[in-house]
Structures are given as C-alpha cells and as structure tokens.
C-alpha cells in the first residue's frame, strides 16, 4: 500500500469511528443473521422438472412415502420443495376432497410450472406458496403432515428453515424426511446430521427407517417440548 493510500484508509476509518466497527458483508439473508451458519456445504438446487413421474411411480415412490406417512382422507399437508408437483398430486388425490395440500418451492417458474398443471387437472384441493431459504411461510397450527423430500440437504439455512416451522404443525403433525445417506454437496445427508439439525431446534426422532426400494431413507419427526431460542441453537458438526 503507497503512503497516501494508507493516510487515505486511515481517514476513512477515523471517519467512520473505528475500522474494527465495520461489520464485514455477509451473502445471508438478514433475516437468518440470528440463527447460526451451518457447519456444511449445500448442494445446489437441481431441475425441479421432473421427466420421470412413470419411472418413479413404478417402483411405488409416492405410494410407499404416503403409506408409511401415514396420509390419509381429509389430512392438510405442505409439500416442501415441491417443484412440478410430483408428490403435490398424489397428495391431493390421496386425501380428498375434504382435504388440503399447499404446494411451496423457493422456485418462482416451477410453482408457475405446477399452478399451470393444477389448473389443467382441475385440482381444487392444492394451493401454492413462495417460500423463502430461511422461512417457508407456512400458517400456523394448519398441518398434520410437512413433507420434505429429497429437498432438505439444499435448504441453506436450516436452523432458522426448521425454527419457522415449527410453529405450522397442527397438534400431533409430523415432519417427513426422505433422504439420501450421501454428502450434502453431493444431494443427500448422513442421517446422524439430519438427526442433529431437528434435534438442536427441539424436534424429536419418532422413526427411521432404510429404504432401498426408494433409494434413501424415510425419517418422521415430531415437535419436542420446546422450541430453543435461535442464540442457544447449537451449531451441528459435519465432521
């Protein structure tokens, strides 16, 4: 650095009160800030189009997920992540008329994407809703089930993802994981973190289970009996 633009920082600083008092730039969003980072790297977001609906379907996916969901007639659920809508449907039709399905992805032209499709099925129990990567913006006290299928290892700030929805179960509602025991940079997520990561917000474990026939797992959750303050959250290690 020359002499003048040393005095030229300098300046700045005093002018600024102090330079160990400029907080340095961070790329989270504000409204995450009081919930601690992640100790992992997050897979980026894949295609949320999904070619492969008949593939899926004859190995039984949905039905098997549904099955040990525990989903039945007149339920309300949220689809997290959602895309175009793959479990969105069969969601809907698994619960009726007289029940409810919200379809909600932090992907504006999917949920466009999938509004289109609902429209041509002419599915009037499913709603849709933009989420955020730090809140889902669920209502609270609405759902008996959450569904977060294989989208949770892309989620970039889970504490404060998990914190916010906490309070959009109904009494009794449970949490849906299905999963890969893999990297989270490689589209998956070893069930001892996954665990951690409810576990530090106060959920609780309820069931585990391995699935080959899905190629992954499928883990329920349930609200503990509190949910910590986002400053005693402690942070879970990916080592």
Known sequence: MTLRAAILASGLCLALSACDLIAPVSDRPE?????PQPDRPVSEIVSNQ????????????????????????GMTIADIGAGEGYYTVRLAARVGETGRVLAQDIDREALERLGRRVERERLENISIKLGEADNPH????????IFLVHMYHEVTEPYAFLWR???????GGQIIVVDVDRPTNRHGIAPALLFCEFEAIGYKLVEFVERPDLKGYFARFERGEERRAPERIEVCSNG
Request: hydrophobic residues 45%; without cysteine; proline residues 5%.
């Open 50 to 73: 999904f070619s492969n609906e008949d593939a899926r379907d004859e190995r039984g996916e949905a039905q098997a997920v549904m099955d040990m969901a525990d989903i039945a007639e």
């Open 31 to 35: 409204t995450a800030r009081d919930f």
């Open 165 to 171: 929805m906490w309070p959009a179960l109904a009494e």
């Open 138 to 145: 669920l209502p609270a006290d609405s759902f008996d089930r």
